[in-house]
C-alpha cells in the first residue's frame, strides 16, 4: 500500500468499514503468521493470530500514524500476545526444535536474498524459532515484518545498536546451523 492508500484504508477502518479491515488483513495476515510460526509450534499460529487481530481491532480508533508505524504497532501487538502465551503455557515448545532437526535438506549454495528459499519456508521458520527469543525476534521483526532497527528497538524494548547485534549473532548462529546440514551458507552473513 502507499502512504495515501493506507491513510484512505486506515480512515476506513477506523470509521468501521468491513472491506478496509480486510485489505489491511490482507496485507499483514500472511507476515503476522511467518512471525508467529517462528515462535511458536504450527498448531498454536491460528488462535495467536487471532488474539493479534482482536488486540488490534479493539485499539484501531485509537492509532494515529502512517504505514510504518501501523506496521511497527502491529507487530508489537503480536509480540506481546505471543509473549502472554508463554506465560500461560511455559517455554518455547520442544516441537519447533524437533520439527527442525527432522527436516532434511539437499546442498546447495545460499546467498542473503535465497537462504530462505534453498531452505524451504517452513524449515527457515522453524529454523529461526530455535535460535534464543531475542535473536529469532529481531531478525524476523526485520526480515518478515520489514521493520527498520529503530522500530524493532522500540518494539523489543533495547537500542537499534543492540538490535543490530542480536540479528548479526543470530544470522551467524543460522549460518552454522546451516552448514552443519550440508547448506554452504557464508554469503548469508557477509
Do not use: C, K, M, N
Given at each position: 500500500m502507499?502512504?495515501?492508500?493506507?491513510?484512505?484504508?486506515?480512515a476506513a477502518v477506523q470509521g468501521g468499514e468491513e472491506a478496509a479491515a480486510t485489505a489491511l488483513w490482507r496485507a499483514h495476515h500472511p507476515p503476522l503468521l511467518r512471525f508467529l510460526r517462528?515462535?511458536?509450534?504450527?498448531?498454536?499460529?491460528?488462535?495467536?493470530?487471532?488474539?493479534?487481530?482482536?488486540?488490534?481491532?479493539?485499539s484501531w480508533r485509537r492509532f494515529d500514524g502512517d504505514e510504518h508505524d501501523f506496521r511497527a504497532w502491529f507487530f508489537s501487538i503480536a509480540r506481546a500476545v505471543s509473549i502472554d502465551s508463554y506465560r500461560r503455557n511455559g517455554r518455547r515448545p520442544e516441537q519447533l526444535v524437533a520439527d527442525v532437526e527432522a527436516s532434511t535438506?539437499?546442498?546447495?549454495?545460499?546467498?542473503?536474498?535465497?537462504?530462505?528459499?534453498?531452505?524451504?519456508?517452513?524449515?527457515?521458520?522453524?529454523?529461526?524459532?530455535?535460535?534464543?527469543?531475542?535473536?529469532?525476534?529481531?531478525?524476523?521483526?526485520?526480515?518478515?515484518?520489514?521493520?527498520?532497527?529503530?522500530?524493532?528497538?522500540e518494539i523489543m524494548g533495547k537500542r537499534p545498536g543492540h538490535v543490530r547485534v542480536l540479528q548479526h549473532r543470530g544470522l551467524r548462529r543460522l549460518a552454522l546451523l546451516l552448514e552443519a546440514r550440508g547448506v554452504r551458507s557464508h554469503d548469508v552473513t557477509q
Open positions: 502507499g502512504d495515501r492508500q493506507f491513510a484512505e484504508t486506515l517462528t515462535r511458536h509450534a504450527a498448531r498454536d499460529v491460528d488462535d495467536l493470530a487471532s488474539e493479534v487481530w482482536l488486540r488490534a481491532s479493539r535438506t539437499e546442498p546447495r549454495a545460499a546467498t542473503e536474498d535465497g537462504a530462505f528459499e534453498s531452505f524451504g519456508t517452513e524449515r527457515a521458520l522453524a529454523l529461526l524459532a530455535t535460535l534464543p527469543p531475542d535473536q529469532g525476534d529481531a531478525i524476523a521483526l526485520r526480515v518478515i515484518a520489514g521493520l527498520d532497527a529503530e522500530r524493532v528497538a
